[in-house]
């Protein structure tokens, strides 16, 4: 999800954007692929959203933050509400002065507990109530 926002930032006129890429992989062709789209004014950043120290040190010296949490990489509902809350909590310390969560609508509350889906579920953590 992060590649469009890149894009989309980059393709951007009025401002000169130099973007900060939070990745579990340096190596990996999507990082690479960003690099490649960026022409320097992309900066990879290696770390891992169970990793406090690894966020807090991402988010020094920025305006923004697009924060895209990873069910897959670990199928935990709860696993992901910590890392979403562990990136809000590192923004805050860090002043960022604006911040974008991607979440989904918890189909188990919508639907009184009816029709859980996890990878939306673990979304809807109360971020986007704050």
Not at 10 to 36: C, G, H, P, V, Y
Not at 62 to 80: A, K, L, M, P
Request: include cysteine; proline fraction near 2%; aromatic fraction near 8%.
């Amino acid at each position: 999800m992060g590649r469009p926002i890149v894009k989309q930032l980059l393709s951007d006129s009025r401002n000169n954007w130099r973007i900060r890429a939070f990745t579990r992989n340096l190596s990996s062709s999507q990082a690479k692929q960003l690099m490649e789209l960026g022409q320097g004014r992309v900066n990879l950043f290696q770390g891992d959203l169970n990793d406090a120290c690894s966020i807090t040190a991402a988010m020094q010296d920025i305006y923004g933050v697009f924060c895209n949490t990873d069910f897959w990489s670990s199928c935990s509902v709860v696993i992901e509400r910590e890392q979403g809350l562990r990136v809000l909590e590192s923004a805050k310390n860090a002043n960022v002065q604006h911040f974008v969560y991607s979440s989904l609508e918890s189909c188990a509350y919508i639907s009184e507990g009816k029709i859980p889906v996890a990878h939306f579920d673990s979304k809807d953590c109360g971020l986007n109530k704050i």
